[in-house]
C-alpha cells in the first residue's frame, strides 16, 4: 500500500534530487566518460524542465539558490542547443568546462543548508548522511 506524502515532503526531495543532479554534473568529463552525455544531461532534465525553471522550483529552495540553478540551465541548455549526445562531441566541445563551476558553484551554495530528510517533514536540512555523499562525490568532503 503506498503512503501518501505532502507537497513540503515531495519539494524537499527534489531540492535533494536538483543536488544530486547538480553533483554529476559538476563532475563534467568524468561523469559523461561513466555515463554518456545522453544521460548527463537527461539525470538534469529528469528534475529541472528545459523551459519551466524557476516557475518549477520547490518551496524548500532560497532565492539565492533558485538563481543558483537558474544560472545552471542556462548552461546546460545552451550546451544541449550547441552539441549533440554524441560522448566525443560533447567531451570536446568545452561545454563541460563551463558547466562543472556552475554547477559546483550552485551544489556548494545548496550545501551550505544541507540535505533534506525524505521521510519527514523539516523545516530546516538535517540530512547529514546524504550531504556527506555529495560532498564525497565532488571532492568537497
Known sequence: MSEIVSRRLVDQRVRNRFMDALSWLSEGEEAVRRM???????MFYDWVTYNEWPAIAPRTMTADEIAA?????????????????????????????????????????????????????????????????????????
Open 36 to 42: 554518456s552525455a545522453q544521460e548527463f544531461f537527461a
Open 69 to 141: 540553478v537558474g544560472n545552471v540551465v542556462a548552461v546546460v541548455n545552451a550546451a544541449c542547443d550547441d552539441t549533440s549526445d554524441e560522448d566525443n562531441e560533447v567531451i570536446n566541445s568545452g561545454w563541460l568546462e563551463r558547466i562543472s563551476p556552475v554547477a559546483r558553484t550552485a551544489l556548494e551554495l545548496m550545501l551550505v543548508r544541507g540535505c533534506f530528510d525524505e521521510e519527514r517533514e523539516e523545516i530546516a536540512p538535517s540530512n547529514r548522511a546524504f550531504e556527506a555523499i555529495l560532498r564525497n562525490n565532488c571532492g568537497l568532503g
